[in-house]
Antibody, heavy 114, light 110 residues
Framework: EVQLVESGGGLVQPGGSLRLSCAASGFTFIDYWMSWVRQAPGKALEWVATINKDGNQKYYVDSVKGRFTFSRDNAKNSLFLQMDSLRADDTAVYYC???????WGQGTLVTVSS | QAGLTQPPSVSQGLRQTATLTCTGNSNNVGYEGAAWLQQHQGHPPKTLSCRDNNRPSGISERFSASRSGNTAFLTITGLQPEDEAVYYCSAWDSSLSGWVFGGGTKLTVL
């Protein structure tokens, strides 16, 4: 069974940092490009970032470029999203996803508020 | 970044057929097709169809996807109450080097 389990969400003040993690199992992790997708309360889905199989190609939505860093550890079947200089409009549920294969995690809530 | 266009809402009767649309351009939907997702309130999205129009294991045959040019379609036959949900489309955009999503269509089963 495919599983993507996110962790690391929580409440953080504006300007602060958080590191999200995603543990993958049930599929050959190294064969897939992976992504983070977020959903602000009551809003539509928004793509955040994508990483290739090797981790040496990364793509980001304009609003997070320079603030978020996406990485992966294929030996540990894990993904990481380092989020710095957080803003109120980053508040959302963050999903770990393989958009090509259609695998979605349950999501982790990030709240940026003072 | 520009997204895909979906009608905000669609209503159709019980046991009828609904067809949802997702319009993009030659860099996204017209490039490699669109995936379709279903999301019930308070739950994560579930993939109904991948970009190649194939259904993941466990998805009902009542859901079928297709594409014509820059528009993708999701057809749902024999509508059931549990089909009430928000439906999203997504596609890789080769000019943006990123994924784009539609704004979602809320399907109401009458």
């Amino acid at each position: 069974e495919v599983q993507l389990v996110e962790s690391g969400g929580g409440l953080v003040q504006p300007g602060g940092s958080l590191r999200l993690s995603c543990a993958a199992s049930g599929f050959t992790f190294i064969d897939y490009w992976m992504s983070w997708v977020r959903q602000a309360p009551g809003k539509a889905l928004e793509w955040v970032a994508t990483i290739n199989k090797d981790g040496n190609q990364k793509y980001y939505v304009d609003s997070v470029k320079g603030r978020f860093t996406f990485s992966r550890d294929n030996a540990k079947n894990s993904l990481f999203l380092q989020m710095d200089s957080l803003r109120a409009d980053d508040t959302a549920v963050y999903y770990c996803v393989s958009l090509v294969a259609g695998f979605w995690g349950q999501g982790t809530l990030v709240t940026v508020s003072s | 970044q520009a997204g895909l266009t979906q009608p905000p809402s669609v209503s159709q009767g019980l046991r009828q057929t609904a067809t949802l649309t997702c319009t993009g351009n030659s860099n996204n939907v017209g490039y490699e097709g669109a995936a379709w997702l279903q999301q019930h309130q308070g739950h994560p999205p579930k993939t109904l169809s991948c970009r190649d129009n194939n259904r993941p294991s466990g998805i009902s045959e009542r859901f079928s996807a297709s594409r014509s040019g820059n528009t993708a379609f999701l057809t749902i036959t024999g509508l059931q109450p549990e089909d009430e949900a928000v439906y999203y489309c997504s596609a890789w955009d080769s000019s943006l080097s990123g994924w784009v999503f539609g704004g979602g269509t809320k399907l109401t089963v009458l």
